[in-house]
């Protein structure tokens, strides 16, 4: 029996993109290099040339100086050389391990690098040229040890007449046993089976991986043929077979091997026929499929799938490609249709001329960006005119899209509907609400009119009983004027006739002191007379003010208004305990006598007025040295630093275009909020303290001008800018 030689034990040194393994005989057994090898390793590091020695491992065992310098390294001795030049190519590493396995005996190439650099000119990129070379050498047992590197740079005028060769320079100038050589080491490198056979069929080669993917040795191979490993190729067939093959040069195909152990797996063979030396033999490179057919198999699966998930869709469902081509339907929307599913495969979007709006939103979609859609759109199905929401989602990459459509007739009814009820509803709480406001303004009118008509009549009732005595003083004051004088002149006359009254007259006379008595009791009287005026005066403001016997609209002075108001008003404008008078600037235009309810004016104007004189009284928190909080008086503006504050209230009124009036009433206090502007007129609001104030003032004087007159009241405020509010009056309103 004969035995096989034991093989030395393989290392793997690493594998590369194309699969190709990198292997290493076994270092040798001595621990210590021998003479001989130690010698050849001084040589390499005294050569002048740039050379190096590596192990199987590719391991630096020396380098001479002129490598060093050359490649840039620095201690390269132990370091792999895979670590020092991760970026040589790949057919480098292929020759290399040509050489260390014994198939090469020397080869050499170009390396193309790339060189970038920044100077003062700028970025600047350049390539060079190096030239590599390398042959095994053998130690002392006559096995290969390693290789021995040798590079070179190339002159810039060598490498420009090779820089667009994209082959290395040692194929081109290798004699044709190598290049042979090379031929068979990247078929074996293969990464897909290779087959050579005769014209019988007989297996004449087969590559590592053939060996690998069928389990059978190459001795193994090269006994079967094959129709042995292929069971879809039967004898019969196998002439056929090979005529066409004749003729077309070339096949392409899938078929099934059978590997050693009765494993069946799928393979896409190409085909070459070949003629050498007179004899006929094929090619067959077989790439395993198995996984693409799995794949597809499982893409198979997954599409039935989901074609039961998109029929299970209550809906309609449809693909439609970018050239607007239905790719298919759910069975949703065929029956729907009363046609196969299959018949809309192919077809021109809108080929039924029955649903418009779905067309336009087909080709809108796939004109646009966008990737989704939502739209509702009308179509009309067996007669019947239905609303579906339509969802459509673009895929591969914009070049088809899926559009689902769900029935939402019903739901747009029920909707419909629903707005309509909720429309009604709102209108009733409108309504509602209206009417409850008007009640609470007829509420806070009837209020306020019973107030103020009960106001006007004690008003009236006090100014008539007043009127009555003080015309009564008014009247006899004169009288009594003329009487005084009358009595002095008789005195006067006395005293010029009977120049020495006796002694009890003299007496009275200096006790009374005649003299003061006669010009103080004229200046007495004049006093009298100036107090009963005044008591006319506001007598006649009040039955102004009050305007009880006024119920329709008459003409009316504003400016008599705004007077009679102030002087009713006139005690609080007076400066009176520690506070200071608040000044009061009338700017009255030339007005023309307006149709108005001149009592209702006066109500308004007294509000404004009051709220203003209430602005400035107002009292604020004012910090102390000492860090104590005082309640004072607004004597300083909210937003000055340091004076006195003046308050003031400024009353203008001009004549606007279109026969309308303004009344504008302000002050200079601490204004408003935008918050608490923007509630001034609702019934009930006030900022004041509770008890002190019903709310009902700026909202009643909002209806007596806007309702009663047909005008308008505008209210300007800022914190810190004082308050305006103006009236807006028609001349001649309705």
């Not at 020759?95 to 014994?102: K, M, R």
């Not at 007129?681 to 309702?707: A, H, M, R, W």
Request: with cysteine.
């Amino acid at each position: 029996m004969q035995t096989q030689p034991v093989q030395p034990e393989i290392q793997v040194l690493g594998t590369y993109a194309n699969g190709t393994t990198l292997i290493a005989n076994p270092p040798p057994e001595a621990t210590a290099m021998p003479e001989n090898e130690e010698r050849f390793r001084r040589f390499v590091e005294q050569s002048p040339d740039a050379m190096a020695m590596v192990d199987c491992e590719m391991r630096y065992v020396a380098v001479s100086r002129h490598w060093q310098t050359d490649c840039g390294l620095g201690e390269a001795r132990g370091r792999f050389h895979r670590e020092l030049f991760p970026n040589l190519p790949e057919y480098w590493l292929q020759n290399a391990q040509a050489c260390l396995a014994g198939v090469l005996n020397y080869s050499e190439f170009v390396e193309t690098r790339s060189i970038e650099s920044v100077a003062e000119i700028g970025y600047s990129h350049r390539c060079e040229w190096v030239k590599w070379a390398f042959q095994p050498w053998k130690n002392c047992s006559g096995s290969i040890g390693g290789l021995i590197l040798f590079t070179e740079k190339i002159p810039a005028d060598i490498s420009k007449a090779n820089c667009c060769n994209k082959f290395p320079l040692d194929i081109q100038d290798q004699p044709l046993d190598t290049l042979a050589e090379l031929t068979q080491i990247a078929v074996d490198s293969a990464a897909d089976a290779v087959f050579y056979t005769s014209s019988d069929g007989q297996i004449c080669y087969a590559n590592q991986v053939a060996c690998r993917e069928l389990g059978y040795s190459r001795s193994e191979l090269l006994k079967l043929t094959l129709r042995d490993i292929d069971l879809e190729l039967p004898a019969p067939d196998w002439t056929v077979y090979w005529e066409i093959l004749k003729q077309q040069r070339s096949l392409t195909f899938e078929s099934c091997y059978t590997t050693k152990e009765s494993r069946s797996f799928s393979v896409e063979v190409k085909v070459s026929y070949l003629e050498y030396q007179g004899c006929e033999y094929q090619c067959a490179i077989a790439r395993n499929i198995s996984d693409r057919k799995a794949a597809e198999a499982a893409l198979v699966d997954a599409k039935e799938q989901l074609q039961a998930v998109l029929d299970a869709v209550p809906g309609f469902v449809s693909w439609v490609s970018s050239d607007l081509r239905y790719m298919g339907v759910n069975k949703h929307l065929a029956a729907a249709y009363q046609l196969p599913a299959e018949t809309f495969i192919g077809q021109k979007v809108g080929f039924l001329d029955n649903s418009p709006h779905f067309n336009d939103l087909v080709y809108d979609f796939l004109a646009s960006d966008e990737t989704t859609a939502s739209k509702e759109v009308t179509a009309s199905i067996q007669a019947d005119k239905k609303t579906y929401l339509i969802v459509a989602q673009k895929y591969h990459k914009g070049s088809a899209a899926v559009f689902v459509g769900l029935d939402v007739t019903e739901r747009k009814q029920v909707l419909l509907a629903l707005q309509e009820s909720e429309e009604r509803l709102r209108q009733q709480a409108a309504r509602l609400e209206q009417t409850v406001l008007v009640l609470q303004r007829t509420q806070t009118q009837l209020i306020q009119t019973e107030k103020m008509s009960s106001l006007g009549q004690l008003v009236a009732g006090v100014a008539h009983e007043i009127n009555n005595p003080v015309s009564f003083i008014s009247g006899n004051i004169s009288h009594a004027g003329g009487y005084i004088k009358e009595l002095l002149n008789l005195v006067e006359l006395y005293q010029k006739h009977y120049p020495n009254p006796v002694q009890e007259i003299q007496y009275q006379t200096e006790e009374l002191d005649l003299e003061f008595l006669k010009k103080d009791l004229i200046k007495l009287l004049n006093s009298m007379k100036v107090g009963s005026d005044r008591i006319r005066d506001v007598v006649r403001s009040l039955r102004l003010f009050s305007r009880t016997d006024e119920a329709e609209k008459k003409p009316a002075d504003i400016h008599e208004c705004l007077d009679s108001t102030l002087l009713i008003l006139q005690n609080r404008l007076q400066a009176k305990g520690g506070r200071s008078g608040i000044s009061l600037i009338k700017e009255y235009g030339n007005l023309p006598r307006i149709q108005c309810y001149a009592g209702q004016l006066n109500q308004v104007f007294m509000h404004l007025l009051t709220n203003a004189i209430d602005a400035l009284e107002k009292e604020v928190k004012i910090p102390q040295k000492h860090g104590t909080i005082e309640s004072k008086s607004l004597l300083f503006p909210p937003d000055s630093g340091e004076g006195i504050f003046e308050p003031e209230i400024r009353i203008r009124t001009e004549m606007l275009e279109g026969n309308e009036v303004a009344i504008a009433i302000s002050d200079n206090g601490p204004g408003m909020t935008k918050e608490i502007l923007g509630c001034i007129f609702d019934p009930l609001f006030t900022t004041k303290p509770p008890g002190t104030n019903t709310g009902l003032g700026l909202s009643i004087c909002q209806y007596l001008i806007v309702e009663k007159h047909g005008g308008q009241l505008h209210c300007f405020s800022q914190p810190g800018q004082g308050t305006e509010l103006i009236i807006q009056i028609a001349i001649g309103n309705g």
